[in-house]
């Protein structure tokens, strides 16, 4: 969950070190820190407490120049937020190393080193990686083989960047479930946790898969595999701009990436419906094999995703006819899951490297689900590569840690698989043709809801001063409901939950009073008349209502009721449609509140540990 980047070419490297761990700083925001091979051939070290910006003031106060090294932008794991426990860590004046994920057996490896005369001068993990490594340097191997023999040694999951004093020419990286990635240059080659980070350098990409090992120099690229023995990895071009990692007009990523979801959802939908009805094959070759016998389906996803699988459980349901189970990974991956006959395993992640999803997706290969199928943001992404069918979402770089575009990409990629099984399970073609047309109408009724914003501003004002907020809402509603308490949690750090409106008379009705708003999502569908019953229950307690109502419903304002009026949108794609004013909310209510809307305290955007 930390932000990694190295490079080694003919010029100073410093600045795309610091440029690159800027756009990375969404995965880890706690320290940062950067080690260059400086021309004297000693290493040159400067870490900061706090944001990227801090590490540039140390910078720009001991500037640093080299034509190799590595930085880091940390999300805390081992030890407190401390300048000796950032990365880079040394070993002496020899090796320095920068790492994302755990080294699980770190304490055995730092007694023996320990033993062996080396000082610790952090509480980390990470710095047992340098001492090991260095430990075999010593003994004689070159750096290649150094780390490999450390990586035998290591459990966990984790990304190493490490380089030697000694071997000035090249950067040797291992990856073990954290995500890496090479970049190529013209006489100048890079590494990083995400594409993002190098944009500015470059748009040819190589991703390492699981276990690989490579080393990297100014004129090539090496990698091994897991096995040990060298191997190929294709070349990736992405089309992704520079200006994609750029907030451009917006003073935030996140609203930037709100007012993206317009277009996000349009590119989302492109090649996947087709003369008014969906395109099996755009899930991959494999999609008539598989959803042809699809006798049920479990879906699995943490956080924001959790949200998106909860939603696409009521269609799947609704309109393929297909049993349905929706579970958190982190739950999934401990428990003895009993697996009906011709289960369809479903994963739904922005990363496609979230760490227990991915382990999840792992577990289930082995548990008698006929196939897998992953909804992603990530192209070349381990869940993309493991699975048999995917669903690409098209949201682009999703830098604010809250996530929005890739929420709502999400969503429509579940509407589109769930009328792909829905035709092999039968449905007509002419209720085929009757549905897709809403999916192209998702775009357009988003814009009209981002019409709200200024309204909205003013509402967020009602709520700055609170402490308390609860979200009530009925069938599919309700998970947009616990999304829009989750993005009011994690960017304002007002205390959200969120219910099934007729739970409130089975204990969260004993929270209602005069300083506990209540959001209520309420499109003009067939619970309408149940929810505005529940909002009576609320009104004859003294509580504040704001509610989210189709224009269509005839709610007006009145004591203890504030409507917010939405545009009207077909049931099916109102979720999509009622998750953006939410979004909006939020944000305006984070902003009033003057906390950092796009790296929110202890959270960060790719969770890659356990």
């Known amino acids: ?41 000693k290493i040159g070290l400067r870490r900061a407490v706090g944001k990227v910006s801090q590490l540039e003031d140390k910078l720009t106060a001991a500037p640093l120049t080299g034509k190799l090294g590595v930085a880091h932008t940390r999300w805390a794991t081992h030890g407190g937020v401390t300048e000796e426990n950032a990365h880079p860590h040394l070993s002496g004046d020899r090796v320095a190393v920068i790492h994302n994920g755990i080294i699980e057996n770190f304490e055995p490896i730092k007694k023996e080193m320990l ?9 980390t993990d990470t710095e047992v990686a340098a001492h090991l490594i260095c430990d075999y340097l010593k003994e004689g191997h070159d750096l290649l083989k ?47 946790s995400g594409v993002p980070a190098l944009l500015p350098v470059t748009q040819r990409f190589i991703y390492l898969e699981q276990g690989d ?56 939908l492109y090649g996947r419906v087709n003369d008014n009805r969906v395109v099996p094959e755009s899930l991959g070759p494999r999609s008539a094999e598989l959803l042809s016998k699809v006798e049920h389906i479990h879906i699995i996803a943490c956080g924001t995703s959790y949200h998106a699988g909860c939603v696409g459980k009521y269609w799947i349901e609704a309109l393929a006819g297909v049993p349905c189970q929706v579970e958190i990974a982190s739950e999934y991956r401990y428990r003895q899951a009993v697996v009906p006959p011709n289960t369809l395993f479903v994963t739904l992640s922005q990363s496609g490297e979230t760490a227990d999803t991915l382990e999840a997706l792992r577990i289930a290969k082995q548990a008698g689900y006929i196939g897998s199928l992953t909804i992603c943001n990530s192209a070349h992404s381990s ?23 890739a929420f709502t990409t999400q969503l429509l990629s579940m509407l589109v698989v769930t009328l792909i099984t829905a035709r092999y399970r039968g449905m007509s073609e002419e209720r085929e043709r009757e549905l897709v047309p809403h999916l192209y109408h998702a775009a357009a009724a988003v814009e009209d809801s981002l019409a709200m914003n200024d309204e909205l501003k003013t509402v967020a004002e009602d709520f700055a001063e609170k402490h308390h907020t609860l979200f009530l809402g009925r069938g599919p509603m309700w998970p947009i409901a616990m999304e829009g308490a989750l993005k009011l ?31 209520v999502v309420a499109p003009n569908n067939e619970l309408l008349d149940k929810l505005k019953s529940n909002m009576q229950v609320v009104r004859a307690r003294g509580g504040q209502l704001y509610v989210f109502a189709d224009r269509q419903t005839g709610l007006e304002d009145e004591d203890g009721v504030k409507v917010i009026a939405m545009p009207h949108a077909d049931r099916l794609i109102a979720p999509i449609v009622y998750t953006v004013p939410l979004q909006l909310l ?11 809307v796009d790296q929110p305290r202890n959270l960060a955007k790719s969770v890659t540990v356990e």
């Open 489 to 519: 949690k994690e960017i304002s750090y007002i205390h959200a939950e969120a219910y099934a409106a007729g739970e409130l008379k089975h204990g969260p009705l004993a929270l209602i009073d005069e300083d506990m708003p209540v959001v």
């Open 383 to 405: 869940m993309v590569r493991e699975s048999d069918l995917v669903m690409m979402t098209q949201a682009g770089p999703e830098i604010g840690v809250a996530s929005t575009k």
């Open 586 to 596: 939020s944000y305006h209510v984070a902003v009033l509140k003057g906390t950092d």
């Open 146 to 192: 150094a780390v490999g023999l450390a990586v035998e040694r290591f459990e966990g999951a984790y990304a190493l960047l490490v380089f030697d004093r000694e071997d000035p020419d090249r950067i040797v990286v291992s990856r073990v479930a954290s995500p890496l990635v090479i970049g190529l240059g013209i006489g100048e080659n890079y590494v990083a």
């Open 115 to 123: 033993a062996k005369g080396y000082e610790f001068n952090s509480e």
């Open 213 to 268: 090992i490579a080393e990297i120099t100014r004129e090539a690229v090496t990698i091994y595999d897991a096995q040990g023995d060298e191997t190929k990895r294709e070349i990736h071009e992405t089309n992704w701009s520079n200006d994609a990692a750029e907030k451009g007009p917006y003073r935030h990523f996140m609203l930037k990436e709100i007012f993206d979801q317009p277009a996000a959802l349009a590119d989302t």
């Open 1 to 41: 969950m930390c932000g990694i980047v190295g490079a080694v070419a003919e010029r100073n490297i410093v600045p795309i070190l610091v440029e690159g761990l800027r756009r990375l700083e969404y995965r880890g925001y706690d320290s940062a820190g950067v080690a260059v091979l400086e021309d004297n051939k």
